[in-house]
């Protein structure tokens, strides 16, 4: 089991600057890939970025590539979710998630942070 608890939500101005941050307890930290997804009002669940477990590889959504950053810190069990320049459509809860580096799909989430930008 992992357990995933995020931080550092809140309310922004568009164009302000904000960090997700995700910290995992539970089996080795850097055994998982690891992913940010938001779900905003309305609306599924949707992937935002991704970073496999080494930290060398990571992705992201065409709507967020150049504003956000994902990053992790395997000796702190951390992973991190830097977004700038963030917009209203932006606005959602955020949530981190972890999945063994062989699985497609992700067997962990953590119960979200709200990202409220307003404009």
């Known amino acids: 089991q992992v357990q995933l608890v995020e931080s550092g939500g809140g309310l922004v101005q568009a164009g302000g600057s904000l960090r997700l941050s995700c910290g995992a307890a539970?089996?080795?930290?850097?055994?998982?890939?690891m992913g940010w997804f938001r779900q905003a009002p309305g609306k599924e669940r949707a992937f935002v970025a991704a970073?496999?477990?080494?930290?060398?590889?990571?992705s992201y959504a065409d709507s967020v590539k150049g504003r956000f950053t994902i990053s992790r810190d395997n000796a702190k069990n951390t992973v991190y979710l830097q977004m700038n320049d963030l917009k209203p459509e932006d606005t959602a809860v955020y949530y981190c998630a972890a999945k063994s580096t062989m699985r497609n799909e992700y067997d962990y989430w953590g119960q979200g942070t709200q990202v409220t930008v307003s404009s």
């Open positions: 539970g089996r080795t930290f850097s055994w998982y890939d």
């Open positions: 970073i496999r477990w080494s930290g060398g590889r990571t």
